[in-house]
Structure formats: C-alpha cells, structure tokens
C-alpha cells in the first residue's frame, strides 16, 4: 500500500494518517499562484530530491498551487512513452490553459501537460468559467485544442461559438453534471489507457465545500462514480482546493491575484470550512486507495 503525500506549502491539509509530509512552506510565497520558469525549476530540484520513489495520492493544498501537477505528471516519463502513453484527466472549474506571460501559473499548467510526448490527452472536467467563453478564447492557449490532444468538458457557459472555427470537439457542453459525467464515462468505457487524476475542488458547488476560487456545480459522488470507474486505470493522482487567507508579499502578484477576483474568505468561517474540506479528503483517499 502506497501511502499519500502532503507538500505543505500553506498548512492548510489537515492530518492524514500514514502520510508523509513535506515541508515546503519556505516555497509558499515563491510559487503560489504563479512563478517564474527558474524558480519552477529550483523547486523541481528540490522536490525530486524530496519525494520517495513510490507514492500514493499528493495533496498541495491551495488551488494556487495547482501547477505542482505538472512536475508530478513528468515524473512519470520513466514510466510511459508515446508507444504506451497515459491520459490526464483533470477535475476544474478552470480550464488552466490560459496564457501567462511571466513563466507558470495555476491556470496555465495544462498545455505543458498536453505537450508531453506521453500524454495521449487531456480531459479538463466540470468548467463553468467564462474563461472558456466567446469573450476570452484570446486568453486560451490553441494549440493544444486545434491538435486534439485537450477536451473541456463544461456546464453553463456558452461555448457554441466553437463549433464556428471547428473546435466543437474541444469544447463539450452539458445541460447537467449528471449528463456530463455520465458522457464522458461512456465515452472512457473502452479505453484501457492508464489515468493521472488531478482534483480541484472548485469543481464542487460552494453547497458541498468552500474553496479560495469561484466553484463549479458538481456533487462529490460525481467524483466518488469517476473515481470507481476508472479506478483499475488510476496510477497516480493529485487533490487541491483547500481553503487558506494568503497575501503576497509581491506587488505584481497581488495585482493578478486581484484581477482573477478570488473570493475573500470569511476567517470567522475558516476553521469549519477547512474541517470540512478534511472530511472531503478523507473520503477521496479512501476511494483512491488500492
């Protein structure tokens, strides 16, 4: 049995039993949000050095620190090739494959993913952010969507204008989470390629959990149906969304950090909504785990 991994940059994952925590709380500030390629890369060094050989699900804390899945997934190219390649399958209510100009971001790990020789495609599940609108496809990184190697699966967001430029195929849209699992599910039913699982719980409706994003609609048994669906196929997997108060000590980053308009959070509030967001992970552990 693999056990699961804490990186503790923000101290915000609650206590795990059997997991093995890092204390990267030095890189917070560092790599939250966004960062530079180099200090990416330091980070990297540093992480490859900290991480044992076998592992089982990594937990990262904040959402902002989402672009951490990107190291993760590299480090399975020992493992897989384009002859024998994995699919990466992305719970957001982001599509994260937007352009950032000043290095990496939370929101923009998802076409180095893409551009992976191992990586067959990427799935971004459960989107209902107007970034994936009409009015900010600019915004959007096209390459991997005109190669067919990333889908956006989304809800309440119109995504019509696609189909116009011959992206109809990139961009899926459901009346339901219900209709969108359930597609994608009958879609995936015969395909035996392994699977990375990455979870952002903004995907979940602020009824179920609170996260330091705008939240999605879905419900955690539409986790919980993909997780045992695809669960033979599961060889590794990442869980982010958890809820902490941050304020950069970066000018430049309080500036983009404001411009994506992340909701405050209520620090009358803060130590519920993290326990429940503890209880939520107990329960994608245990449905994760072998």
């Not at 997991?19 to 990267?24: C, E, H, L, T, Y």
């Not at 849209?173 to 879609?187: G, M, R, W």
């Not at 404001?258 to 994608?284: E, G, M, R, V």
């Amino acid at each position: 049995m693999t056990h699961p991994i804490i990186l503790n940059f923000d101290q915000s994952v609650g206590e795990i039993n059997n997991a093995k925590i890092i204390d990267v709380t030095q890189w917070q500030d560092t790599i939250r949000f966004g960062c530079s390629e180099k200090k990416f890369c330091q980070f990297k060094a540093e992480l490859q050095q900290s991480l044992p050989e076998h592992y089982g699900t990594v937990l990262m804390g904040s959402g902002d620190y989402h672009h951490i899945s990107l190291l993760l997934i590299e480090r399975l190219a020992k493992q897989y090739s384009a002859e024998n390649p994995i699919q990466v399958i992305v719970f957001d209510n982001h599509p994260d494959n937007m352009r950032y100009l000043f290095g990496i971001h939370c929101g923009s790990w998802v076409s180095y993913v893409a551009s992976l020789p191992f990586v067959s495609h990427v799935h971004v599940l459960g989107i209902t952010s107007h970034d994936i609108g009409l009015s900010h496809f600019w915004e959007n990184r096209w390459k991997p969507l005109f190669q067919k190697k990333l889908t956006y699966w989304s809800l309440d967001v119109n995504v019509s204008w696609a189909n116009k430029i011959g992206l109809g195929q990139a961009f899926r849209h459901f009346s339901t989470p219900d209709d969108l699992i359930a597609n994608f599910l009958s879609e995936q039913y015969h395909s035996a390629e392994p699977v990375y699982l990455s979870i952002d719980k903004d995907v979940l409706s602020e009824k179920v959990i609170h996260t330091n994003w705008d939240q999605g609609q879905l419900q955690t048994y539409h986790l919980l149906d993909t997780i045992t669906s695809l669960k033979q196929r599961i060889v590794a997997s990442d869980i982010t969304g958890e809820l902490s108060i941050w304020q950069p000590s970066n000018w430049f980053k309080r500036l983009l950090s404001s411009l994506d308009k992340q909701p405050a959070i209520d620090a009358d509030n803060l130590l519920n909504w993290q326990q429940a967001q503890h209880q939520l992970n107990l329960t994608l552990l245990k449905a994760l785990s072998v």
